[in-house]
């Protein structure tokens, strides 16, 4: 999700809550609070969208085959937003399925909704802690890429360790990838693209496709959001490293 739409840092306390003492391993990168949602979107929550494109959390391996009724390149997003760029990237790819994982609901219902509204059939939703689902419900060396786009920064030092980018989550997320599988972030943080190129560059089994950040590349569109940022002189760094 694009940082304009996040104000997720505002809405912390400066002592953490009693759930993340107890569990100093994984500290969640999001807050579950409060978020408005149109009636469309709660429509799709609750009635046959949901239930045709969305995938119930398990704690075993998908099998993508049987998921999406063919074998093709399979590619996992981390956090959609309202799901604007991943309908665009499905709608322009669809030689690939997609696994798009949010935990907001405003978000899964606006996917929804363009997946009904614009015919893409090759995306299934997760609503879940990303974590969760990469460390179950991902097999090993079954993903052809991974797509983390603008993912809140937690701009204050205090926060900084709910990042997603981290290199424990890197890790597990590379271990999910084939050989040849990429990790492609974008953020319009500095400091977080900083952080990124160093836990990105230090994990050996990946090598960057670049000298530094990527250009951005062709699949990836602008959102209005980053659009709105570029003209106020803001920047946007992409990163693409492969697994070797």
Known sequence: MNTTEKNTDQQVSDTETGEEKKDWGHIKSFVHRSVHMTPKQRKALEGELFQT????YQAEPLNYEKVFGRSAPTVLE?????????????????????????VFSGGVGA???????ESI????????DAVDVVNNML??????????????????????????VQSPFIKQLVSRLKPGGYIHCAT?????????????SSEEALQNRFEGFAPRPDYRPLTKFENRGIKLGYGVWDLIFEKK
């Open 53 to 56: 494109w969305c995938l119930p």
């Open 78 to 102: 981390i956090g959609f937003g309202m799901g604007e760029t991943s309908a665009k990237i499905a709608h322009t790819s669809t030689d690939k399925n997609f696994i798009g994982v949010e």
């Open 111 to 117: 996917l929804l909704n363009r997946i009904d509204e």
């Open 121 to 128: 059939p090759n995306i299934r939703i997760i609503q879940h």
């Open 139 to 164: 097999a090993p060396n079954t993903l052809d890429g991974v797509h983390i786009y603008f993912p809140d920064p937690w701009p204050k030092k205090r926060h900084h360790k709910r990042r997603l």
């Open 188 to 200: 319009d943080w500095e400091d977080y693209a900083m952080q990124m190129m160093e836990v990105l």
